[in-house]
T-cell receptor
Framework: SAVISQKPSRDICQRGTSLTIQCQVD?????MFWYRQQPGQSLTLIAT?????????ESGFVIDKFPISRPNLTFSTLTVSNMSPEDSSIYLC?????????FGPGTRLLVL | GQSLEQPSEVTAVEGAIVQINCTYQ??????LSWYQQHDGGAPTFLSY????GLEETGRFSSFLSRSDSYGYLLLQELQMKDSASYFC??????????????FGTGTQLKVEL
């Protein structure tokens, strides 16, 4: 399985600020998926990032709030913009290929 | 719409066998995955069923019936370390070949002495 790393692992941020989360994979992957897990909840897909094209966002998520970059096949970033306490969650990246799918270690975000 | 239903909580004793069910209604289906998540951790992949039947991986087995839109995860010889949340997830394939997962509501498993 691919080795996936995320930075930062956790952060505490003030409302109104933005945080960029990095995801690095040790092999080339076509698509990168970003998920959010709010406290006590299941995982929800935010968007799908394909290199060379705009990310595709799921219902309820917009590019202005969660801009994504995918500069190459091993790296992606997700920015959480103009944060509010409701954005406090675990954010997870996942290279989505094959019959098995693995997740990064996650970024635990607390917004005060 | 997409929906996957799981029991919210299951309690069992150490050494026992427990089954966590998952029923799904999704527009696309390529397979059913199971994930384990300990408090504070990320989800870890357990098993995947693309075809009907039972897949066994050590103490864990997973079953799928596509005609019934139903699957389950079977945990045998339960250990205290198995106390965690378990999620089923339906895999769909998007344009370009990548996976898209829709997750179930999650089941909190508590293993007691």
């Amino acid at each position: 399985s691919a080795v996936i790393s995320q930075k930062p692992s956790r952060d505490i941020c003030q409302r109104g600020t933005s945080l960029t989360i990095q995801c690095q994979v040790d092999s080339q992957v076509t698509m990168m998926f970003w998920y959010r897990q709010q406290p006590g909840q299941s995982l929800t897909l935010i968007a799908t990032a394909n290199q060379g094209s705009e990310a595709t966002y799921e219902s309820g998520f917009v590019i202005d709030k969660f801009p994504i970059s995918r500069p190459n096949l091993t790296f992606s970033t997700l920015t959480v913009s103009n944060m509010s306490p409701e954005d406090s969650s675990i954010y997870l990246c996942s290279p989505g290929q094959g019959g098995t799918q693995y997740f990064g270690p996650g970024t635990r975000l607390l917004v005060l | 719409g997409q929906s996957l239903e799981q029991p919210s909580e299951v309690t069992a004793v150490e050494g026992a066998i427990v089954q966590i069910n998952c029923t799904y209604q999704t527009s696309g289906f390529y397979g059913l995955s199971w994930y384990q998540q300990h408090d504070g951790g990320a989800p870890t992949f357990l098993s995947y069923n693309a075809l009907d039947g039972l897949e066994e991986t050590g103490r864990f087995s997973s079953f799928l019936s596509r005609s019934d839109s139903y699957g389950y995860l079977l945990l045998q010889e339960l250990q205290m370390k198995d106390s965690a949340s378990y999620f089923c997830a339906v895999r769909d394939v998007v344009t370009g070949g990548g996976n898209k997962l829709t997750f179930g509501t999650g089941t909190q498993l508590k293993v007691e002495l």
